[in-house]
């Protein structure tokens, strides 16, 4: 990992960047599965989107900021094409159930937490350093959380991706 | 056009959603497209009302009703000519096409030709699936020749259309591929392909989770492309030939004039054509 961000409000601008593309990413989520009347899993998609909203929020406050921060030319250098928060796009399937929702939510976490670790390691500045730790305790908390979320919910069968009425016939 | 946002002093990308949820499968790689447009507006800071967004048919093409700016969701396939109409008429206005590879390439494949020969000031993002969601999941033009599938046994056997390369040979000045995977560097080769001008075509591999769940491999495939942007179109031509389908980035960006805009004097008002039109 390089260097990243020099300076404490570079870095509180990634972290709210990384949050803002969360609550983006988890809300399509639960409007599609809305849409195909999974509202079981929409919902959780919804609350995670809350509760990465709240870390946005929390993070404008604590910075004074009214409106995010323009993001650097070239971007946020992310280790991944997305914010490490983020869960991938294609990762999601109409028929999945809160067990899978809440393993991708944990995998999300898990990521944020390394890279927020990474680069407390990597930072030659001690404000960023400080905050990157911070931070990544926050990280490891919602990793707990989810955790202890993932012992209430049943794990799936394993036909659950089969449809009575698929998309896709292959016979 | 969709619900108008109220005007802020910097427009963010949630500025160009409009309320209406898409209905795409969950995991297809529209989301993301349509993402990276309303980012690549906001990084323009392109007020709604001075954008349109036009398309034709399949899943993809409805995105102009998910955006708040001037939308019009034309017939399979026209989406390029009515596009090229309003950006002749209107020059003032940004014109986006969006739409698939069954409306660009086949039912539209004669107006892509053409859209890029004459090289208007167009940006036109297909988002190729290789394969007609829309429909069920029939062989599209981009489609490989030996895709098995229940409609096409043993695949068509039919070699798959190359769209960067005719798009090249056909005069386009501006092609790039985007991944749907990566939507921040999608939107900033959306936001070059607007800056361009004439017509710009921006290839998205952008999979159909539901009729080609394969293709959520493409992830592990999809790179930068080695070298920029050439101006040379034959340079260019061999590159595309050559490379694996899976090379990401802006490929050529030529510097032909584009089609000069002549909106000139309405001497007919709209009341006229529609008196044409009574039965």
């Known amino acids: ?16 960047a990384m949050e803002l593309e969360a609550v983006d990413r988890y809300t399509e989520f639960a409007d599609a599965m809305e849409m195909h009347n999974n509202r079981e899993v929409a919902s959780l998609f919804r609350t995670m989107a809350q509760y990465e909203g709240k870390h946005a929020s929390q993070i404008m406050e604590q910075m004074g900021w009214t409106d995010a921060p323009k993001p650097p030319a070239g971007g946020f250098g992310w280790p991944d094409p ?44 001690e404000s960023v350093r400080r905050a990157a730790l911070e931070l990544q305790a926050e990280e490891h908390e919602h990793v707990e959380l989810v955790r202890a979320w993932l012992e209430k919910v049943p794990m799936p069968d394993g036909d659950w991706a089969t449809d009575p009425d698929p998309p896709r016939y292959l016979d | 056009m969709n619900d108008v946002a109220t005007p802020t002093a910097v427009l963010v990308a949630a500025n160009y959603k409009s309320g209406y949820k898409p209905i795409w499968c969950p995991g297809c790689g529209d989301f993301t497209v349509l993402s990276a447009i309303t980012k690549a507006l906001a990084a323009l800071q392109l007020p709604p009302h001075e954008v349109a967004v036009v398309s034709g048919i399949g899943c993809s093409s409805r995105i102009p009703a998910y955006t708040t700016c001037y939308g019009f969701h034309g017939v399979h396939g026209r989406a390029l000519a009515a596009a090229t109409g309003l950006k002749v008429a209107r020059p003032e206005l940004t014109v986006l096409v969006t739409g698939g590879d069954g409306d660009g390439y086949s039912i539209g494949g004669n107006h892509f030709m ?11 993002i297909v988002m190729d699936n290789h394969v007609y969601g829309m429909t069920k999941g029939q062989a599209s033009p981009t489609t490989e020749p030996d895709w098995d599938n229940k409609l096409s046994p043993g695949g068509t056997g039919i070699r798959s259309f190359h769209p960067l390369v005719i798009a090249l040979a056909s005069g386009a000045s501006f092609v790039a591929r985007a991944f749907s995977g990566d939507p921040n560097g999608m939107a900033d080769i959306i936001a070059q392909g607007v800056r361009h001008p004439g017509f710009s075509f921006i290839e998205v591999l952008s999979p159909c989770v539901t009729f080609r769940p394969e293709q959520r491999e493409w992830k592990n495939h999809v790179h930068a492309a080695p070298v920029g942007p050439t101006d040379d179109a034959a340079r260019a031509a061999r590159r595309i030939m050559t490379d694996d389908g899976f090379n990401i980035g802006v490929l050529y960006a030529g510097d032909r004039a584009p089609y000069p805009a002549n909106p000139g004097t309405a001497t007919r008002v709209p009341a006229d054509f529609e008196a044409e039109f009574e039965l």
């Open chain 1, 1 to 16: 990992m390089s260097a990243g961000p020099r300076t404490l409000p570079e870095f509180m601008a990634q972290a709210l």
């Open chain 1, 82 to 125: 997305e914010a490490p928060e983020t869960v991938p796009i294609d990762e999601v399937h109409y028929l999945m159930q809160p067990w899978h929702a809440l393993q991708l939510a944990l995998a999300a976490e898990l990521r944020a937490e390394a890279f927020f670790g990474e680069l407390a390691q990597a930072t030659t500045s």
């Open chain 2, 114 to 124: 053409h859209a890029c020969r004459r090289n208007v000031d167009l940006t036109y």
